[in-house]
Nanobody, 122 residues
């Protein structure tokens, strides 16, 4: 059983910062791509940032220069540092990881966190 547990959301004023964390636990052989998605009310879930096991990073255009994704492979944790937050960043943020588990060692399984609310408002 694999779980992704997120933390770090909350209410912040425009221009402020938050740091999200997502820790994977359970029977894990390896973790490939880790990512953050977000879903605002009435909108589809969108990709925010990805980081591969080799450290290749990609961002959505809307967050480039403001958000930084990183990972700690020892702790099986992915982070999202969010700076210069805007009201349009308000959403539920979800982490996603492509994980190799003992029950299926020849391919990745996609796991999702439960989501954490980020609200940017004055």
């Amino acid at each position: 059983q694999v779980q992704l547990v997120e933390s770090g959301g909350g209410l912040v004023q425009p221009g402020g910062s938050l740091r999200l964390s997502c820790a994977a636990s359970g029977r894990i052989i390896g973790i490939n791509t880790m990512a953050w998605y977000r879903q605002a009310p009435g909108k589809q879930r969108e990709l925010v940032a990805t980081i591969t096991s080799g450290g290749t990073i990609n961002y959505a255009d809307s967050v480039k220069g403001r958000f930084t994704i990183s990972r700690d492979n020892v702790k099986n944790t992915v982070y999202l540092q969010m700076n210069s937050l805007k009201p349009q960043d308000t959403a539920v943020y979800y982490c996603n990881s492509q994980i190799v588990v003992p029950a299926a060692p020849f391919y990745e399984t996609s796991y999702w966190g439960q989501g954490t609310q980020v609200t940017v408002s004055s």
